[in-house]
Each structure stands twice: as structure tokens, then as C-alpha cells.
């Protein structure tokens, strides 16, 4: 028996333990997996009990912070800035990024490119995990965040949008536009939505206004409840190519899953339980 978790908070919400429930099945040996719901003040004191496991999830707000407590980070990891997986490995715990690999998965199922004009809504670390990921790949970049952010980036108290804005044009080797979302306007080849805005139970909230679709080629919305998001159907009407965020759940759990068992699915297993989670959200 092997014994995992998904650290954060909160974890109402979370289809995670389901996912990795239905994944685990083609493992040689079944998992008990748990929600971790730990705050940030209890993160310290929790370390020794999260350090028993065979490794665990990492979801908000712990994806920067966890990094203090590892002994070690994989190429992932170091590339993006962000954990999302801690894995046991030689008795030291070492952190991964598997949502970039779910992302990438789920973008190229769609027919998707990574390639051109991309717009970022949000910049939590999901969206700084698509923004690095495009940097890396040479795409143009827009930030679109509050326009608070904006303001205080125009007026240089926002270090860490600065230094954001600064490290992915040394990546990309372009200019980074930093945007008020509420106003975005311009054409892009993607636009990714980072934001939590138009999960459930607020599904009709968007993250953009809708005109802004009319001159976007494609849309990746991370989010997976619901299923389609509004920000998609008003894609889709407007022409766009459109991929919803379960599918990057769930290659982003596979990945988990094979680092911790050390042997990989097939892509037929990973596509039977992306099917069977997308009937939970119908």
C-alpha cells in the first residue's frame, strides 16, 4: 500500500482523491489518498507527518512556499518555479512540476500551438507556470491582471510583477506586455485563463469581456468545474478553438502517479479515466 495526499487549503472543492482513486487501479499497488487541508501557519508544524508519506499533491496556496521544506528539485520544478508533486526519493524529498507536462498534453490533444501571440490571465502560479512555458518556446507575451496590479507596477511597487515581466523577456527574448484584464483588447493566437474566474458555483463570471474573443484564435481555460466553462461557449461562438482544464488534470495526476510508482500508463489507461471524470461533471 503505498500513501499520498494533496496538501493546500482550502480542499473542499477537489476531485483529486477520485482522480488518483480511479488512476491507481492500473498501478501494481493500491493508494490510500487524502486530502491534506493545511494552512499556511500550520505548514511548518505538518512537515513531519507530510514527509511520511510516499509523496503528495501540492495546490494552492502551497506551490512556492513547500519549496523551503524539500531537499532537492527536479528539472520541472527549477524550470518553473513552482511545485505541485514531492516525491520520496533515496529517503529525500524532492519536488516536481507535473502541471506543465498536464498543460502541454492537453493544449496538443486540442490542436493547439504553443507558438505566437499568447495572452495569461492571472499570474498565480498556474499562470506563471503557462507564461514560462510559452516564454520558453519564444511566444509574444501579454499579462492580463487586475488593474490595481497594473497600477502598481506603472508606479513600481509591484517587485515581483516587475521581476515576472523581466525573467520572461530574458526567456522568450520579447517584450512583455503587462494589461488590465477588465480592458484587454488586441488579437492573440491563445488565450489561457489562469484565473479562478467562472469556476462553480460563480460559472457565469468572465475573466475577459467577451469582444476581446472576436480577434483570439484559440482559448485554454484551467479550470474543470464546470466541464465548459463560459469564458468556452463564448469562444466557441465567437470561432475559437477551445480546451477545457480536465484534461490537464488529469495527465498532470498520471505524471504524479508515475513518478511516484515509477512505471508509466498507457495513453489508453490516462484517456478511459479522462473519460470517466468528465461524466462526474455532466
Known sequence: MKYAGLLGYPLGHTLSPLL???LCR????????????ISMENLELSMPKLKALDGFNVTIPHKRNIQTYLDGFDAS?????????????????????TDCIGFVRCV??????????????GIGGAGRMF?????YRGCQLTLAVRSQQVQELQ???HKDLMELQQKLAAISGNEVAVVASETLNGDFDLLINASPVGMFPKVDAMPVNC??????????????NPKETRLMQEAKAAGCRVCG?????????????EIWYGQRFTEEQVEQVLQEMEEVLL
Open 20 to 22: 488518483h482513486g480511479k
Open 26 to 37: 492500473f498501478m501494481p499497488e493500491p493508494m490510500e489518498y487524502d486530502k491534506l487541508e
Open 77 to 97: 520544478a527549477q524550470k518553473h518555479g513552482a511545485v505541485n508533486v514531492v516525491a520520496k526519493v533515496d529517503g529525500k524529498h524532492i519536488g516536481y512540476n
Open 108 to 121: 496538443e490533444a486540442a490542436g493547439i500551438p504553443l507558438q505566437g501571440k499568447v495572452c495569461v490571465v
Open 131 to 135: 507564461a514560462t512555458e510559452c516564454a
Open 155 to 157: 508606479a513600481g511597487t
Open 211 to 224: 469582444e476581446v474573443l472576436r480577434s483570439v484564435k484559440a482559448v485554454f481555460d484551467c479550470i474543470y
Open 245 to 257: 482544464g480536465m484534461p490537464m488534470l488529469v495527465w498532470q495526476a498520471a505524471a504524479a502517479q
